[in-house]
């Protein structure tokens, strides 16, 4: 199992930042994949996940109407589109997924909200 995130930046606040999760060694599309964020001092957050078939969605309120979680099985690739980004959005972000009950994660990338 690989996931490798990309897509993170320094960025003002109110603009926008897309995730990417290239994802390999498993069966992407029959997967729940999630992401996950740790800020500076802070434990490992949940901020959104979405199912393996019909693309159901959840978000932590945190970031509920401004970040959009999104999957193309045909490239393996999971999306987090973050809109309206606020300084408290600064963090390392990680994908996941669960394979045969293991937890994987990739290693990250910063994204860093200031102005």
């Known amino acids: 199992v690989q996931l490798v995130e990309s897509g993170g930046g320094l960025v003002q606040p109110g603009g926008s930042l897309r995730l990417s999760c290239a994802a390999s060694g498993f069966a992407f599309s029959l997967r729940p994949m999630s992401w996950y964020r740790r800020a500076p001092g802070k434990e490992r957050e949940f901020i959104a996940g979405?199912?393996?078939?019909?693309?159901?969605?959840n978000y932590a309120d945190s970031v509920k109407d401004r970040f959009t979680i999104s999957r193309d099985n045909a490239t393996k690739t999971l999306y987090l589109q973050m809109n309206s980004l606020k300084p408290e959005d600064t963090a390392l972000y990680y994908c996941?997924?669960?394979?045969?009950?293991?937890?994987?994660w990739g290693q990250g990338t910063q994204v860093t909200v200031s102005s």
């Open positions: 979405i199912d393996s078939f019909r693309a159901d969605t």
């Open positions: 996941s997924t669960n394979v045969g009950g293991l937890n994987y």
